[in-house]
C-alpha cells in the first residue's frame, strides 16, 4: 500500500476534521477535478476516483474508524490482510454531480433500475447592460450522448448484454471473513448486473460519445452575478431508460464603468461643480435607457443623496423597478485664474461662518469646550 496516499491527505483535512468539514472539503475538490470539468486533463479521472474513494472511506463513521485504527490493512478482512476499502467505490460521474448540484440525493450505479444523467454546469458571462435588460446567448458545450451505434447499449450491433458470471446478475459480491461480511460492487460489471461481450466498435462498449452541442438560453431580466438559470433535460442522458440530466448555468456579470448594483437599485457617484452645488442646477444624468435631466437643488452638500424612482435594475420575475441612486460628489477645481481668485476671496469676505450650517454648529461646539 506504499503506492496509496493517505486519505486525510487527499481531502486536505486534519484528522480530527469533523464531518461538516469532510463534506466541505470533499465537494470542493471534486468540483476542481471532475472529468467532465476537464474533458482535455486525462489524469482528472484517477484524481477523481482517489477522491471518491476518500470521500467514501472518511465520511462513513465505521468505516472511518476501521481506517484510523488499522490504516489499509485491516486483520478483519476475509483475504488475509490488503486494502479492504478497495473495489467498492465504482461510482458513475451521474452520482457526483448530483451530490455537487442536487444537495446529495445520491444515484447510484449499483442500482439497476434507472438512472437519472448527469447534471452538466456551464459559467455564462454577460454584460451588465444583458443582466439589467434581458437577453438571449448561444453557447457551445461537450456532453456524453448515447452512442448512435449501439444507441446505449454499448454491445456490438446484433448483439445482447448477457448475465454477469461474476455476480449473476446481482451487481454485487459479497464476502464473509470472521464476523463481519462486505458487500461491495462487482468489478466485472460495474454493478450493472450486465456483461457485454462484443463491445461496440463506435464507443468502445461504454455506450456513450463525447460530443459538441450548441445550446440557447433565454437570461431573464434583472439576473444577477452568482444566480444559476436551469435548463432541465440539457445534461447527458439517463441509464437504463432513466431522464436526462439537467444544466446549470451559472451566470457571472462584468462590471460597468459607471454603475454599481444595490439588489434593485442602481448606484451612481455624480460628481458637480462647487458651484452648482452652491446654486443649483440642471444636470444631465446617465441611466440604463439613455441620459436625463435633474434638478440639483440649490445649497446640496457633498455625500447627499437623490433617488430617482423607476431608473433602476428590473425585478426578476416581476413588472417593477428599482431606483437610481446619485450619490453627489463636489469638485473642488486644482487650478484658477487670478480673476477668479479675487472672486473667490470677494465672496469669502462677504459672508460670516453663520452661513455655514456645519461650520457654525462647529465653532459653537469649540467655544463650549474651553469655556
Not at 276 to 296: E, F, M
Request: with cysteine; proline share 5%; hydrophobic share 25%.
Amino acid at each position: 500500500m506504499a503506492d496509496k496516499r493517505d486519505y486525510y491527505e487527499v481531502l486536505g483535512v486534519s484528522k480530527n476534521a469533523t464531518d461538516d468539514e469532510i463534506k466541505r472539503a470533499y465537494r470542493k475538490k471534486a468540483k476542481e477535478c471532475h472529468p467532465d470539468l476537464h474533458p482535455d486533463d486525462k489524469s482528472a479521472v484517477e484524481r477523481f476516483k482517489e477522491l471518491n474513494e476518500a470521500n467514501e472511506v472518511l465520511s462513513d463513521p465505521q468505516k472511518r474508524k476501521r481506517y484510523d485504527q488499522f490504516g489499509f490493512e485491516d486483520p478483519t478482512d476475509g483475504m488475509g490482510g490488503g486494502n479492504p476499502f478497495a473495489g467498492g467505490f465504482d461510482f458513475g460521474m451521474g452520482d457526483i454531480f448530483d451530490q455537487l448540484f442536487n444537495g446529495g440525493m445520491g444515484r447510484s450505479s449499483r442500482n439497476q433500475g434507472p438512472v437519472q444523467g448527469n447534471d452538466l454546469r456551464y459559467e455564462l458571462r454577460i454584460t451588465f447592460d444583458e443582466a439589467a435588460k434581458g437577453c438571449e446567448k448561444s453557447f457551445e458545450i461537450f456532453r456524453n450522448e448515447l452512442c448512435d451505434t449501439c444507441k446505449g447499449s454499448g454491445a456490438k450491433p446484433g448483439t445482447s448484454p448477457v448475465t454477469c458470471t461474476t455476480c449473476k446478475g446481482s451487481g454485487q459480491i459479497r464476502q464473509s471473513g470472521g464476523w463481519m461480511t462486505t458487500v461491495r460492487t462487482c468489478p466485472t460489471c460495474g454493478g450493472t448486473g450486465k456483461m457485454i461481450k462484443e463491445k461496440c466498435p463506435g464507443c468502445g462498449g461504454t455506450g456513450r460519445t463525447r460530443k459538441k452541442r450548441t445550446v440557447t438560453v433565454k437570461v431573464p431580466a434583472g439576473i444577477d452575478n452568482g444566480q444559476t438559470i436551469i435548463m432541465n433535460g440539457q445534461g447527458e442522458p439517463g441509464m437504463r431508460g432513466g431522464p436526462n440530466g439537467d444544466l446549470y448555468i451559472v451566470v457571472s456579470v462584468k462590471p460597468h464603468n459607471l454603475f454599481r448594483r444595490d439588489g434593485y437599485n442602481l448606484l451612481l457617484d455624480f460628481p458637480i461643480s462647487f458651484s452648482t452645488a452652491a446654486l443649483g442646477g440642471d444636470v444631465q444624468v446617465p441611466t440604463l435607457s439613455g441620459p436625463i435631466k435633474y434638478r440639483i437643488p440649490e445649497g446640496t452638500q457633498p455625500g447627499t443623496e437623490f433617488r430617482i424612482k423607476g431608473q433602476g435594475i428590473q425585478q426578476l420575475r416581476g413588472s417593477g423597478k428599482g431606483d437610481l441612486v446619485l450619490r453627489i460628489k463636489v469638485e473642488i477645481p486644482k487650478r484658477l485664474t487670478n480673476k477668479q481668485k479675487d472672486l473667490l476671496r470677494e465672496f469669502e469676505a462677504t459672508t460670516s461662518d453663520r452661513e455655514y450650517d456645519n461650520r457654525k454648529n462647529f465653532l459653537d461646539r469649540v467655544k463650549e469646550l474651553f469655556q
